[in-house]
């Protein structure tokens, strides 16, 4: 039921599922579609592969009939320059030195299997936000417990979001059972 | 200390990897996990993969033994968590570190714990033991102040929770929809989602706040909380019909660009988010015109917006397409709509190319023409190179499949097949052929090709229910027996065919299909009666023994004379054997065994078969080197001859394929053969196809069946240009198939006559067959047929009485008719003073025969005797009914005879008619009378084989089955045979065990076959005709005479 998920080098699922998904995207031409149905394997015929082709890397995902095939073709996309944005330009190495930071990244924009943000602003915020936390508090790994333990309770900063929330007017009338 | 020094060293190796990467093209930020970085550097420096497994299996081994080591830190064992990650990743266990990455989330600060967590999701699947340890640190996690570990808790939800321990956080979560910051609470939407998923039930009172987080200011939190609601509309609709306003409210907002510009993807305002919702409202619109109603405005906004052409309009534009034609019809949308597929069809993007065929398949049953519009297309995809758009592209031709286009399409489809590997695809392929195949085929030949294409690449992974419909079909037959007969025999010649070819291998679920087809093949009885007489449980494939299981509590057998049907050469070792249930199903193929040239074949085959029927059931390899043996060679001229028919029929598909080239004169005649019937006409039998799958054959026409005779005969010229032997089986088998084709009966009974002599057989069987042959002949062809036959038919005198001369010799030769044939005792129906008239009923073996007999006991001339017979529609009478004598002698004796045929089925019924005569001059005395007439005067035995009686068995349709209880006297089965015999004069075909096959006519050629089972008392009646009511019609008197006796 993952609607999608993401099986490049780094996700950790079968490993017959990465070694078939493989062999068959790595097999696809240049010239041929980013779609491939779904084997056995990946459950049927309710799944596809679509991925994405980045120099030596494929991003892959696998999803079900409830997402849009373009639209998760651009959720790659998105995704490849949330990474360029976190890493500056990212490389194939950071992937495979930082496989934590990209499973984190990834959490931001798809969660439970569900895509969560879209929005590569938000998540690159996100994702810094966190990272400057941790910096901070693994910078204070020597100091004393009281120390860190104030820096875990304070709150996190007020990310900046670059809208203006107060103007953004979905207002969604004929709610009755909304109070 | 000991930490400082670890410091330095970790940084060592990143170090260098930092200045070796400087001189290379990337920038590698290598510094934390650097031990995991020299892991990597050693691992991509070894060149094989069992180097590999040894270093991992170091690495492993030390990380196993640091993470137990009591006095390591938090910061070790996270850098251990991230190298362990990267171990499974490359597929080696490590579970032994699991316990830990729970332990590092539970007591890690922020970096640990999120390390911790994110090994925890990786490691642990949903229902892993270990999970539960972990749901204490997410409650925790979700209490605590800082808001990274609140988000990382939820996301841990939201990816793998244990589903019993929900209500123990979902409070906690409730709680987090309140929370002032936007990303807790897009988070908790997410989470309570996975709850929904995992367990409904337990979120169903929270429904409210699921519309609150659809209101929610936050355009993150009202997205995610659409993950919920398109889930919970796809499973009812009808309870979230109210918030369609919001919705398209929502995406009126969403399109007309009132969400900040940080939403817009390549200048698209949330493009994920559109298509999310345009999901949504084709779901809430579908078959419902007032919800639909209030999206079509937004729908054009859409249309209308979406121009740009980057890759996400498209998407959003697919979406539209989708959700327009899911939605009740709007003509004015549907148009603008088909122009949109037409932008993706014609797009030389790939891609779109693709979603173009998705679409296409997805509305082509609401809109056919949109199909032909673009077949150019169709057809140009039907070659791409590659192959994901070659099936979308097949998916689509499937849908337009009709009896017209069915060869092309299946054709392509095969082509397909031959080429794709993965068994993914074979599956679905197989299963839409044999669909396609059984639904359309527009003849037999082609029929059992396709079905053999499919067995013979895709008998190994098919669903099992295409060989058990496949044999069902041939089983049951369809309604024109002599369509079963000639499909059953090219099923059969084309397994000999294909059993030939040496070297070939089959996959064992098609050599079961032809196996148990193939089995009455004497080459098969042969053994079976050897396996049978050893006590050996007849073979069944799976299905059938599941249908006897089934029927062994209705008293009968599913096919009762399956295996009865050997020939008459074969079945004279396997008369005492049982009948099992409908093993045999191939009626034709007994005539193949009556044939000496196969003969010849029986022994060879069988040393093969022997072979294959291995315990372990068969052994495709043997039956092979059985049919490469050089002895064969009658079979192999044999075979060749099927072969060159088989090529005939193969050259004309590859002439099809082969003109379709890439000039565009021959792809608009392709594309002509494809859409053939694609009009609007046609669009009601494609919108029905989903749900109705019926056997075409059902619906043949007459026309059909003369068209599929006269491929028949065309192939008996096309064998007799062959050398007489090989051209002999192939030939016979026809014979019996076409009888009514009267020319070659002639030719054919030669051949076949001569070779029975050469096998020495007995003339007997001969005659038997012709036997059956006329009678089938009988059964199909109008009484005029009947009677240019050549058959040993009594063909009665017409009453020539006319003639005087004749008139005294009468009564005597009356008598000795009488003596020939069986015959009532004369029965006097009326007289008076002067005259007497009086009956007898003679059963002839082709007819009734009422004898009137009229005496004239007077002294006086009696003068213009006039006897007639009142017409009733029960009755035909074959000579005019009324006769006239001018003059009886006194005390002489007339006698009339009227051949009395049954025009409607009755039990009893009475025939009345009148005599007149003068005496002298007075006027007419009349005199009237009347007989009764039952249905037993015009039934007559049938005497058939056993092999015959199988034959008709399977070809009649109608069934009637009773039990009934049968006296003390009666339990012996065989004097309940007798009984029946002499009573009913049905014709004792054969006893086999508790069950006796009894066949019998209705004058003048309606057969009835009739199987008795006796047990316990009862008698399990059942017969089969090919007239639907005279089955209940001789059971009432087969009760009727069972209780007399």
Known sequence: QKSTRRVNASEDTQQQIIRETFHLVSKRDENVCNFLEGGLLIGGSDNKLIYRHYATLYFVF??????????????????????????????????????DKVHNILAEMVMGGMVLETNMNEIVTQIDAQNKLEKSEAGLAGAPARAVSAVKNMNLPEIPRNINIGDISIKVPNLPSFK | MSDIVEKTLTALPGLFLQHQAAGGSGVPRVSVSSRLGSLIRSITALTSKHEEEKLIQQELASLKATVAAPNTTLRLMKECMVRLIYCEMLGYESSFGYIHAIKLAQQGNLLEKRVGYLAVSLFLHENHELLLLLVNTVVKDLQSTNLVEVCMALTIVSQIFPREMIPAVLPLIEDKLQHSKEIIRRKAVQALYKFHLIAPNQVQHIHVKFRKALCDRDVGVMAASLHIYLRMIKENPSAYKDLTGSFVTILKQVVGGKLPVDFNYHSVPAPWLQIQLLRILGLLGKDDPRTSELTYDVLDESLRRAELSHNITYAILFECVHTIYTIYPKPELLEKAARCIGKFVLSPKINLKYLGLKALTYVIQQDPNLALQHQMTIIECLDHPDPIIKRETLELLYRITNAQNVSVIVQKMLEYLQQSKEEYIIISLVGKIAELAEKYAPGNEWFIQTMNAVFSVGGDVMHPDIPNNFLRLLAEGFDDENEDKQLRLYAVQSYLSLLEIENALYPQRFLQVMSWVDASLSFLDGFVAEGLDQGAAPYKPHHQRQ????????????????????????????????????????????????????????????????????????????????????????????????????????????????????????????????????????????????DTVSHKFRRKSKINDTKNREVTSTHNINCSSFSPLSNAPYEDNDHLNSFQDKEDIGLKKCSLGSEFLESGLKSESLTELHLVENFSACSLSPPSLFEDNSMEIFHPPHPTLSSFANEISLTSSLLEEL?????????????????????????????????????????????????????????????????????????????????????????????????????????????????????????????????????????????????????????????????????LRLHIVDIIGNEGILACHLLPSVPCLLHLRAHEGMAALWFRSSCSTLPDYLLYQCQKVMEES
């Not at chain 2, 598909?653 to 609007?680: I, P, Y």
């Not at chain 2, 009914?881 to 089925?905: D, N, R, W, Y």
């Open chain 2, 547 to 690: 249908e006897e299981k089934l029927s062994q509590g209705k008293v009968l057998n599913f096919e009762p004379y399956g295996l009865s049907f050997s020939s008459t050469m074969s079945s004279s070792g396997c008369t005492g054997r049982q009948s099992p249930a409908g093993i045999s199903l191939s009626s034709d193929v007994s005539g193949n065994s009556a044939e000496t040239g196969q003969k010849e074949t029986n022994s060879l085959k069988l040393e093969g078969v022997k072979k294959l029927w291995g315990k372990e059931g068969y052994l495709p390899k043997k039956e092979n080197k059985a049919g490469s043996s050089p002895e064969l060679q009658p079979i192999a001229q044999d075979s060749t001859l099927v072969e060159n028919v088989d090529q005939m029929i193969m050259k004309k598909d590859q002439s099809q394929a082969l003109h379709h080239s890439e000039e565009e004169a021959e792809k608009q005649r392709l594309a002509s053969t494809l859409f053939v019937g694609l009009g609007s006409e046609s669009a009601v039998s494609l919108l029905g196809k989903t």
């Open chain 2, 819 to 983: 003596n020939e044939h069986v015959h009532s005792d004369l029965v006097e129906l009326c007289n008076n003073e002067m005259l007497k008239v009086s009956s007898c009923k003679i059963w002839k073996d082709d007819c009734l025969l009422l004898v009137w007999l009229i005496v004239n006991k007077s002294s006086l001339e009696l003068k213009n005797m006039n006897l007639e017979i009142t017409s009733t529609e029960n009755f035909k009478i074959l000579e005019h009914p009324g006769f006239c004598f001018p003059v009886i002698e006194a005390e002489s004796t007339k006698s009339i005879q009227h051949h009395v045929q049954m025009e409607k089925l009755f039990t009893e019924e009475d025939l009345s008619g009148c005599v007149k005569y003068k005496v002298e001059e007075d006027p007419y005395i009349q005199l009237e009378f009347s007989i009764t007439l039952s249905l037993l005067d015009f039934i007559r035995p049938m005497k058939i084989c056993t092999e015959d009686f199988g034959k008709l068995w399977l070809s009649f349709a109608n069934d009637v089955k009773q039990n009934i209880k049968i006296s003390d006297s009666q339990a012996n089965l065989p004097f309940a045979l007798k009984t029946l015999q002499q009573k």
């Open chain 1, 62 to 99: 696998c999803v079900d009939s409830s997402e849009s095939e373009l639209g998760i073709l651009d959720l790659i996309q998105v995704f490849v320059e949330t990474l360029d944005k976190c890493f500056e330009n990212v490389c194939e190495l950071d992937l495979i030195f930082h496989v």
